[in-house]
């Protein structure tokens, strides 16, 4: 529990001046505590230190976070989890986006189930308040490519699977 919290403190000093894109512009860490309360209370995982990841899964991809710093404060197996489900920011947005479709199979369980429900509570965040700036279409844009990196990691959670896939169905987006 104690290296949950430090993750916690962590993370909302690390991101403490960012924003969602929302039109409330929700304080960013909402998301990474919204994403580790989907994996403790819906898909029922109690491990402190995946739910530890969860809080910390944003800040080496969005901070000034290092590698070897969250190592340091935290141990390997988070700070490998993390480094998992970072993006490289070095490259263009599109190639990103490709980047996670196609390396989603190689991901640990542990980085899949985090993952998974970063697609939740985004694609959830999506039908609550589109982002300041988006059409429609984007949002549809957005949805299609979540299915296509979770279809690759669909085996790892029941409730999880269950939830994306009602999410998806919601959007006409199907699995059969």
């Given at each position: ?112 189930v985090v993952r998974l429900a970063d697609k939740i509570y985004n694609l959830r965040d999506l039908n609550r308040s ?35 896939k009602d999410l998806f169905l919601q959007r006409n987006i199907?699995?059969?």
């Amino acid at each position: 529990m104690e290296k949950f919290m430090h993750a916690l403190q962590f993370a909302a000093y690390k991101h403490r001046f960012q924003k969602r894109k929302d039109l409330d512009g929700t304080p960013y860490i909402n998301h990474p505590i919204g994403v580790a309360y989907i994996l403790s209370n819906e898909a029922g995982i109690k491990d402190f230190d995946l739910l530890a990841a969860a809080l910390l899964h944003d800040t080496i991809e969005d901070t000034e976070t290092t590698l070897g710093e969250l190592e340091q404060e935290f141990g390997p197996r988070i700070a490998g989890i993390v480094a998992e489900l970072t993006d490289d920011k070095n490259l263009p947005k599109a190639e990103r986006k490709r980047l996670q479709i196609v390396n989603a199979g190689q991901l640990t369980s542990d980085a899949i189930v985090v993952r998974l429900a970063d697609k939740i509570y985004n694609l959830r965040d999506l039908n609550r308040s589109t982002p300041v700036g988006w059409s429609e279409e984007r949002v549809e844009e957005y949805f299609q490519w979540s299915s296509k990196v979770a279809r690759q990691l669909f085996g790892h959670n029941v409730q999880l699977d269950t939830i994306l896939k009602d999410l998806f169905l919601q959007r006409n987006i199907r699995f059969d």
